[in-house]
């Protein structure tokens, strides 16, 4: 028997994968309807084609071009991405994982661990504590994961707080804006259409979030009127995370499985609960293998944060000006966000210029 906390795209892909096994799954999810509270902007590469096609009910918009700003600055670049609705995308991998034998129990809180194969839940639909005798135990419920915490897994982990709305605004229908600067301290701002007149508007923050938010509304908007919240924390990647304790793992944001450069969790869970699948079904240390599967994606994009962080308004000038170039948006093209090695190599290769970057995280 495995349970799984939490019904998020990590937590109901890892289930669908594990059911396909003939694995005996059950996801304990705590609200009750999967897929709520919306809290991401829910934009991906083409990358996710690897794991599953999606439904067209899933997809919102279809972007070919993502536009850079950094204070007077601005390139177009062309790209491939998905705009989701998050809730529906949430709940296909969740009938996915149904559709393959797993079973999910709504409005269902884990608690703690009773004994060595058994934890204690919270039914809230009548208040009822119940007793489930498991094997395995996955913690895929978020950066804040009660699994971690009940297993004395310390998480040692920085988050970001994700500060994110819909709002009226019309824009280019076929692109996506994301802003950087000191006006984005250590991380960056978003603008995705969703529709004709809607966008999600966001930015992310270690501190002073409302204050950087309400200004970038307002600059980008001209007032200050939201339709809806969808905030949440965005977990930044640490290397050094535990995410296997005996018979408990973590995956997807419990386990900090983000890319530290754009904050997407979505595809780097969806390839850890691959490489989760085959720890359980073959009994390996899914510490080791998740590193040697994803450890140097996501550390590559840990560096390039860093060097980010370190940026000044002239250093993203430079950085844009660089980006402006035929032969380095062939390559922005050609490989994603999602396949960072051969993306920076190629870069390097291509245009040696961007080796100056490399030199502000040792500065």
């Known amino acids: 028997m495995i349970t799984i906390v939490g019904a998020g795209p990590a937590g109901s892909y890892l289930a669908y994968l594990l059911a396909k096994q003939g694995k005996e799954v059950t996801i304990l999810e705590e609200h009750n309807t999967v897929g709520s509270p919306v809290q991401c902007t829910g934009i991906v590469t083409h990358s996710i084609e690897k794991f599953f096609k999606l439904k067209n009910e899933v997809i919102a918009k279809k972007l070919d071009k993502v536009i850079v700003v950094s204070n007077n600055n601005r390139i177009t670049v062309n790209v491939d ?138 600059n980008r908007t001209g007032k200050k009127d939201i339709l809806c919240w969808e905030s949440g924390l965005i977990p930044l990647y640490n290397p050094k995370r535990m995410i296997q304790k005996d018979n408990v793992y973590l995956i997807g944001d419990a386990a900090t499985q983000v890319k530290a450069t754009t904050g997407g969790g979505i595809i780097p869970s969806l390839k850890a609960a691959q490489t989760l699948c085959d720890c359980i079904i073959s009994n390996k240390n899914y510490n080791k293998e998740f590193k040697k599967q994803s450890g140097r994606e996501l550390l590559l994009h840990l560096k390039i944060r860093n060097v980010l962080n370190k940026f000044s308004d002239k250093d993203y000038g430079k950085l844009l000006s660089l980006m402006e170039q035929e032969k380095v948006r062939k390559i922005l093209k050609k490989y994603d966000r999602d396949n960072p090695i051969p993306l920076v190599v190629n870069l390097l290769l291509r245009e040696p210029r961007f080796f100056y970057f490399a030199k502000i995280l040792f500065a």
Not at 147 to 157: D, L, P, R
Not at 167 to 188: I, R, S, Y
């Open 81 to 218: 991405e998905i705009v989701m609705w998050r809730d529906k995308f949430d709940q296909f991998i969740a009938e996915m994982a149904q559709d393959a034998g797993a079973e999910i129990l709504l409005n269902y809180q884990f608690l703690k661990f009773n004994e060595k194969n058994s934890i204690k839940v919270k039914d809230k639909k009548n208040n009822k504590i119940k007793e489930i005798k498991t094997d395995v135990i996955v913690g895929a419920d978020g950066p804040y994961s009660s699994v971690a915490k009940a297993a004395g897994i310390n998480s040692n982990s920085k988050n970001y707080i994700g500060m994110q709305a819909k709002v009226k605004l019309k824009m280019d229908q076929n692109a996506f804006e994301t802003h950087f600067g000191q006006e984005f301290p250590k991380f960056f701002g978003w603008c995705v259409p969703e529709s004709e007149d809607i966008v999600r508007l966001g930015i992310g923050c270690f501190e002073n979030t409302q204050e950087n938010f309400y200004r970038f509304l307002k």
